[in-house]
């Protein structure tokens, strides 16, 4: 089944203990983002990377780190989490750069302490 | 910068039409409004796009106006399992970032 895969779905942390969320999709699909999503925000772009090793970013890059080693993964890196991350992130991913359709994972929420 | 301006919130009967505005004046001449709707807090699930034309799939029709500075989404009859946020989605003109804005809370009615 085709599908963009987050792990964890949930987590809790405390301020300043790195964590990965990892981002994960089955549809040899070149581009991939992430997204965080706060009430009355509505979501915003954090990261986005056009291919391996291509990464660039979004509206929200303070306090987070990618990667694109390969194709299918595009890890979210918080080195130092702060209680001002706690949201709902999303990883979306589509065959080709805009204007594609994006197809977006299930959500991780994270809550930093 | 990109930007879009969407009602919060919306009420809509069961079986009629909902139209969900989108104002979006700042938008290039070449860049696609996009609409995505989320359904509680799962992830986003893409309706449509569109350049200039209006445009017609199996979930919905998109009508841009012709200076392209709004449009609205049409969900023909709308049923209860609509009930959802609806985004209207621009990119940033030469990147590849996308503008979400915080969408409207489309409730339909029995």
């Known amino acids: 089944e085709a599908q963009v895969t987050q792990n964890p779905r949930y987590l809790i942390t405390v301020t300043g203990k790195k964590l990965t969320v990892t981002c994960s999709q089955n549809?040899?699909?070149?581009?991939m983002s992430w997204y965080r999503q706060d009430p009355g925000l509505g979501l915003r772009q954090i990261y986005y990377?056009?291919?391996?090793?291509?990464?660039d970013k979004g509206d929200v890059p303070e306090g987070y780190k990618v990667s694109r080693k390969e194709k299918r993964n595009f890890p979210l890196i918080l080195e130092s989490p702060s209680p001002n991350q706690t949201s709902l992130y999303f990883c979306?991913?589509?065959?080709?750069?805009?204007?594609?359709?994006?197809?977006f994972g299930p959500g991780t929420r994270l809550t930093v302490l | 910068d990109a930007k879009t301006t969407q009602p919060p919130s919306m009420d809509c009967a069961e079986g009629r039409a909902a139209n969900l505005p989108c104002n979006h004046s700042?938008?290039?001449?070449?860049?696609?409004v996009y609409w995505y709707r989320q359904i509680h807090s799962q992830g986003p699930q893409y309706i449509i796009h569109?350049?200039?034309n209006n445009e017609t799939n199996e979930m919905a029709s998109l009508i841009i106006t012709e200076d392209r500075k709004s449009s609205t989404l049409i969900l023909p009859h709308a049923t209860l399992r609509d009930t959802a946020v609806y985004y209207c989605?621009?990119?940033?003109?030469?990147?590849?970032?996308?503008?979400f804005g915080t969408g409207t809370r489309l409730k339909v009615l029995a």
């Open positions: 979306a991913s589509s065959l080709r750069p805009p204007p594609d359709t994006q197809y």
């Open positions: 549809m040899n699909h070149e581009y």
């Open positions: 990377s056009m291919n391996v090793e291509v990464t």
């Open positions: 700042t938008i290039s001449g070449n860049e696609y």
């Open positions: 569109g350049l200039k």
């Open positions: 989605i621009v990119r940033v003109s030469g990147t590849y970032k996308y503008i």
